[in-house]
């Protein structure tokens, strides 16, 4: 173990500091593992994985929502300071480790001409955020972040290094790719396939007063297959927005298009204008050139740091018909705000055979209960669930980037997909150390 390695026993002096550090989100479960590891290099982690007996958790920027990793008993490895960079511009590839924030390379990618479809917030780690699929920027042009990943350096349950490719231990690749907290190993670097970055990055916005819900939600989901794949329509629904002086509940429609000029994003995001119910639009902006950094300031303001969140989410390809009677149920059922409801439009592929990765569909619902007072926790944290159990039988699946399966188990990968990662799990942790999802169907 290195000098730098720090380990916390339950009960030591700075444990709980240790723990709390690892939960992004200000509900912090009451789950204790007996002990945690920060580890500063690889050998940390071979040492850590050798020597554990118990349920065995890792952790890089601690971003689930449901605090995958504190599970009680056993070891918790913390590898949020293996955030190691190394950008081979000319070959356009990239060596990460888990710890390394996905927004601050983005922003390192920018200035050099490239890019990578990292998460939508800031502080989002490439641990867990490549391992369950990653939905990022321009992810229905460059697909979800795994499928940039062309290698991985693992440690096995038997504390061996590993490394995995398409042509090298390729299961073990397959399986990385797509099942977040159910991986069997921990990643200590991610090999990754940059891309060029888009010239120019236009947006628009719209916001409508939720009295146009049906007009909205019915022509969003009839344009969803027609739409641009360089434009992630997003809408977000909330009860209100104080910032903008608006005190009633709105519907935000709002996308970026990332394309190679100012007309083809203004001509991408046209389709946007087409809403039956525009003229009652609070705000209008058809058009409007922006940047990454505007975006992530932009999202960030529906997730303040501090607050208590719980979400939970769907794929689907219902109609608008179907869905719009559990998305009144969901609007007039919402915490106050930052709590909001976000529905976004896909690209799901037949092609997605050599990864794990999901049960993706056309659109993605995600439920965000936000609220800052624990007092309120009984009160806020099942209306996410509440309301996506109530629409499962319209569901395709789950995405791992937004579970709940502590609280509400769901489908979220195919029968073959799972039957095979359990196959390669009993290959590869036959003595089940690794924790994995803390639900299934
Ligand atoms: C504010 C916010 C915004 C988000 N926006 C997006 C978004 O735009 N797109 C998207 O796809 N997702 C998004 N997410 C979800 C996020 O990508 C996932 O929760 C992801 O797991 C976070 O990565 P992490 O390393 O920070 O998380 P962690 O909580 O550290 O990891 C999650 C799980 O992954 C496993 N794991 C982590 N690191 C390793 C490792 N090195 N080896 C083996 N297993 C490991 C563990 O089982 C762990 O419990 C968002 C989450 C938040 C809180």
Redesign the pocket.
């Known amino acids: 173990m290195s000098t730098d390695a720090r380990q916390f026993r339950r009960g030591a002096d700075g444990y709980e500091e240790a723990r709390r550090a690892?939960v992004?989100?200000g509900l912090v479960p009451d789950r204790y593992p007996d002990l945690i590891v920060q580890a500063h290099d690889v050998d940390d982690v071979v040492a850590t994985v050798t020597g554990a007996h118990g349920p065995f958790?890792?952790?890089?920027?601690?971003?689930?929502?449901a605090?995958?990793?504190l599970r009680d008993g056993g070891t918790l490895l913390d590898?949020?300071r293996?955030d190691q960079c190394v950008i081979d511009a000319e070959r356009m590839s990239a060596v990460v480790g888990?710890g390394k924030v996905g927004s601050a390379l983005a922003a390192e990618l920018d200035k050099l001409g490239l890019f990578f479809p990292a998460?939508?917030?800031e502080?989002?780690?490439?641990?867990?955020?490549l391992?369950?699929?990653?939905?990022?920027w321009n992810s229905k042009v460059v697909g979800?972040?795994c499928e940039s990943v062309i290698g991985i350096d693992?440690v096995t349950a038997d504390g061996q290094r590993v490394y995995c490719d398409a042509d090298e231990n390729s299961d073990l690749f397959w399986a990385a790719r797509g099942s977040?907290?159910?991986?069997f190993?921990?990643?200590?670097a991610f090999h990754l396939q940059l891309h060029p970055r888009p010239a120019v990055c236009g947006s628009c916005l719209y916001i409508y007063p939720v009295e146009v819900l049906d007009d909205v939600f019915t022509w969003a989901r009839r344009i969803s297959p027609e739409i641009d794949d360089r434009v992630e329509l997003q809408i977000i629904t909330s009860r209100n927005l104080p910032a903008l002086g608006l005190e009633h509940p709105t519907i935000v429609v709002a996308s970026p298009a990332f394309a190679d000029t100012e007309a083809e994003a203004e001509a991408a995001l046209s389709i946007l204008s087409s809403c039956p119910a525009v003229d009652r639009a609070i705000v209008k902006i058809p058009y409007t050139t922006t940047d990454l950094a505007g975006w992530y300031g932009a999202v960030m303001s529906n997730?303040p740091t501090g607050h208590r969140?719980v979400a939970d989410n769907m794929w689907t390809s219902a109609s608008a018909e179907d869905l719009l009677p559990g998305i009144h149920r969901i609007i007039e059922t919402m915490p106050p705000p930052p709590s909001h409801f976000l529905m976004y439009n896909w690209s799901p592929s037949p092609a997605r055979d050599e990864l794990f990765y999901g049960l993706e569909d056309e659109i993605n619902m995600a439920l965000y209960a936000v609220w800052p007072d624990p007092a309120d926790d009984e009160r806020y944290r099942d209306w996410p669930r509440d309301n996506m159990a109530a629409m499962a039988h319209l569901a395709t699946g789950v995405?791992?980037?937004?579970e709940n399966l502590g609280r509400r188990p769901a489908r979220f990968a195919t029968d073959q997909n799972m039957a095979r990662l359990d196959i390669l799990r009993a290959k590869y942790d036959p003595e089940g150390l690794f924790?994995s999802w803390m639900g299934r169907l």
């Open positions: 690892t992004w989100n958790s890792i952790v890089s920027g601690g971003h689930s929502w605090a995958s990793h590898v949020s293996l888990p998460g939508h917030c502080g989002i780690c490439l641990g867990g955020y391992l369950q699929g990653g939905y990022g979800p972040a693992v977040g907290p159910g991986f190993a921990v990643v200590t997730y969140y995405g791992l980037a937004d924790n």
